[in-house]
């Protein structure tokens, strides 16, 4: 029974038609909840780093589900303090979140998971959690003030242009001053294509790009058809994962696969990346005149690696141009100049020297060839 659900609610929420009977939450929490548990908290340690995490916050959590983005953040913040505990660094926490979400079934299940993991939140953490809104995302009053509001994996429910999933991120994201704001989604080609579109159409609301996006020249992006995706890695296969995996077919019942896309926005112009070209780099947008020449460029990394071990594939983006670029670095060709390139963080700038550019006609992109005689490093 469960394998046959988690079959099914896979192939409705591939048809736009997710559906939510407490057999389906079920399924969703033995097969999508660890992955979606572990990347977020990816995000999160990224918020922290660069600054976008206080001690007091309020949190939205948009299409909250049975509470996966809520128990990550609970997680996240009972870890933090435990970190902040064996050094000796006395701090405490203040946060309140709210939810959103349409389906009551996950309602219920949302209070009873929350509720559970709050019984065993440090002392030095004040986690107040409200009742969640019952309604459609597109529909919830807005809430005031809030401090960070996610939207993981709701957006491409919606049955709505990308274009206009935007309205919906701007209507709730109204009623706070200055918030950011994470949208994450599947990492396949037609749901990180939408958050791309759903992205530029909130820029041109107003909204700008934290990350991974940095507008290397300075100007505004202009790849309209653009994929990007982190994979951050694999998570270690849950026990009770491996029991329901124990029959022919095993690999439909295994997800364990960190790969998702997504977007950290803000209203004030803060950035990540502050990067601004300088110096003699070409514009992947001038790529054409620069076939079959070494030249420097300077761009962002947003992909993993698309090739294997024997060739290293990564999209690179630096906001001027709409036709895809890759940076290829076979294996034979890396040493220590060019493997900075691999090194490279999701959304990290890097300056190469060197590279040779080859257009990819069947593919209408371009390939910029990594050599041994191409440096490549990290963008201060």
């Known amino acids: 029974m469960i394998r046959e659900n988690i079959v099914k609610q896979k192939e409705e929420y591939w048809r736009g038609k997710s559906q939510y009977p407490k057999i389906r939450i079920i399924s969703y929490l ?3 909840f660890p992955v979606y548990f572990c990347q977020y908290q990816y995000l999160l340690l990224d918020l922290f780093r660069s600054g976008l995490l206080t001690t007091k916050m309020s949190i939205l959590d948009v299409g909250s589900g049975p509470g996966t983005i809520t128990l990550s953040t609970i997680d996240f913040v009972e870890k933090l303090l435990g970190i902040y ?10 946060i309140k979140i709210d ?3 349409q389906a009551q079934e996950n309602i219920d299940c949302y209070n009873e998971l929350t ?4 019984s065993n939140k440090p002392d030095n953490a004040s986690i107040n959690l409200t009742e969640p809104v019952h309604a459609p995302a597109g529909a919830a009053k807005p809430p005031v003030d809030a401090d960070l509001i996610v939207f993981s994996n709701i957006l491409a429910e919606m049955s709505i242009p990308p274009i206009e999933r935007a309205d919906v991120v701007e209507r709730i994201a109204s009623g706070s001053k200055n918030p950011t704001i994470i949208i994450i989604e599947p990492a396949d080609l037609v749901n990180s294509t939408a958050l791309r579109i759903t992205q530029h159409a909130l820029v041109k609301k107003g909204f700008n790009i934290f990350s991974p996006c940095t507008l290397i020249w300075g100007i505004g992006c202009s790849g309209g058809d653009c994929w990007s995706f982190e994979e951050p890695g694999n998570i270690q296969v849950p026990g009770f994962m491996k029991k329901i995996a ?8 295994i997800n364990t696969d960190m790969k998702f896309t ?9 950035a990540k990346h502050a990067y601004r070209a300088k110096g003699k780099f070409v ?5 054409k005149k620069h076939t079959g020449k070494r030249v420097n460029i300077v761009a962002s990394v947003i992909s993993g690696n698309l090739g294997d071990e024997k060739t290293f594939v990564f999209k690179i983006c630096d906001a001027t141009t709409s036709v895809p670029c890759y940076a290829v670095l076979p294996s034979y060709h890396m040493n220590d100049t060019n493997r900075s390139l ?10 190469i020297f060197g590279t040779l550019v080859r257009e990819n006609k069947a593919f209408s992109s371009y390939n910029l060839l990594i050599t041994r005689n191409t440096a490549a490093m990290p963008a201060n």
């Open 99 to 101: 939810a959103i979400e």
């Open 283 to 287: 514009r992947l947008s001038n790529l």
């Open 246 to 253: 124990r029959t022919e077919e095993s690999y439909r019942y």
């Open 262 to 270: 997504s977007v950290i926005l803000r209203k004030d112009s803060l």
């Open 30 to 32: 033995l097969y999508h």
């Open 342 to 351: 691999l090194e490279s963080g999701y959304g990290d700038i890097v300056e």
């Open 85 to 94: 505990s064996k050094k000796n660094i006395d701090v405490k926490m203040d």
């Open 115 to 118: 509720s559970s993991y709050l």
